[in-house]
């Protein structure tokens, strides 16, 4: 219900899209982009889930150990996962602590 008390309706949420609504349309128009590229690199192998997967999670992971002055613990509870699971998939990525910004 809007300040009147009346019922808001579905235009009216279109008129006013979320952070999260606008969040999704600049990260499906950027993905497309990147899909794109990664495509013209496939050299007949489908791994686009994976290769797309990847990358959003280095850069997920990478920008919570910059919020949290590369403190694993911090960026763990940022990103809403284990601190093991966080220093696990560092290795996988091959992402190390960046001491010089520390």
Do not use: C, W, Y
Not at 15 to 37: N, Y
Not at 38 to 48: K, T
Not at 66 to 83: D, E, H, P, Y
């Amino acid at each position: 219900m809007n300040h009147r008390g009346n019922l808001i309706m579905a235009e009216e949420f279109q008129k006013h899209p979320s952070s999260a609504d606008i969040a999704e349309q600049v990260l499906q128009q950027r993905l497309e982009e990147i899909i794109t590229l990664l495509s013209l690199e496939n050299n007949g192998r489908n791994r686009i889930f994976e290769d797309v997967m990847s990358l959003v999670e280095k850069i997920l992971i990478r920008n919570a150990l910059n919020r949290s002055n590369q403190i694993k613990s911090t960026a763990a509870s940022f990103l809403g996962i284990n601190r093991n699971t966080l220093h696990n998939k560092m290795e996988k990525l091959g992402i190390a602590i960046d001491k010089s910004s520390v």
